[in-house]
């Protein structure tokens, strides 16, 4: 889980801050888990986190975007080369992700060191 602290927060407005991050990521990592063979748009992935009352209002639709990159840099997640119109604000292409049909659930990618 990473918090890009990009607002400058400190004491324990970082603290809450990084906590929700890494809540975001365990949200997201349990929707794709229960919807094993299912795609989703990220759009499509908040408006059901929304309906399900794991998330708010508050929350940033670019929050669940950020969250859903890290899942897929840790190998969590795929994402397709598939693409669709969301409901996103401007109406652009979106890919789709699913749960990594390489890796098992809770799956972290772990990369190899250089030894000199």
């Keep these: 889980m990473e918090y890009y602290n990009t607002n400058n927060l400190t ?7 990084t906590q929700r991050a890494g809540s975001q990521e365990d949200i997201i990592q349990k929707f794709f888990n229960k919807h094993r063979t299912e795609k989703f748009l990220v759009s499509e992935v ?20 950020r969250a859903i ?5 840790d190998g969590k997640l795929d994402k ?12 652009s292409p979106e890919h789709y992700y699913q749960l990594s049909t390489w890796a098992p659930a809770g799956y972290s990618e772990q990369h190899p060191i250089e030894l000199h």
């Design 69 to 73: 990159s890290r899942l897929k840099k």
């Design 46 to 65: 908040y408006h059901r986190l929304l309906e399900d009352h794991k998330i708010t209002e508050r929350t940033p639709i670019w929050s669940i975007r």
């Design 80 to 91: 397709l080369p598939e693409t669709a119109i969301g409901a996103n604000a401007h109406g």
């Design 11 to 17: 004491g324990e407005a970082l603290h809450d801050a």
